[in-house]
């Protein structure tokens, strides 16, 4: 069964920077794709980011040109760098990993930014 087990989260201000981590049970080059999602209160799952085998990278409009996703094959994980935070990216975050037909996700880190 596949874990992963986000950490990194926490409060920070309009502007400020986060980095998210995602542990992994498996070896990275076992996914086909890994990537973030993220969830506000009432809103639908929306997609943030995401990384495949080939190292191919793709973001989602919101974020795009503020968050770097980025993964260490040696430490079984998965980065989310998130810069210029605003008060729109709080959010729980989830991370993803796909294996052909199949998803896993990890239970989640909150992130908020608050003034």
């Known amino acids: 069964q596949v874990q992963l087990q986000e950490s990194g989260g926490g409060l920070v201000r309009p502007g400020e920077s986060l980095k998210l981590s995602c542990r992994t049970s498996?070896?990275?080059?076992?996914?086909?794709?890994l990537g973030w999602y993220r969830q506000a209160p009432g809103k639908e799952r929306e997609f943030v980011a995401s990384?495949?085998?080939?190292?191919?990278?793709d973001y989602g409009d919101s974020v795009w040109g503020r968050f770097t996703i980025s993964r260490d094959a040696a430490q079984k994980k998965l980065y989310l760098q998130m810069n210029s935070l605003k008060p729109e990216d709080t959010a729980g975050y989830y991370c993803r990993a796909k294996v052909l037909a199949r998803r896993y996700w990890g239970q989640g880190a909150q992130v908020t930014v608050s003034s």
């Open positions: 990384i495949n085998l080939s190292v191919l990278t």
């Open positions: 498996e070896n990275i080059f076992d996914f086909n794709s």
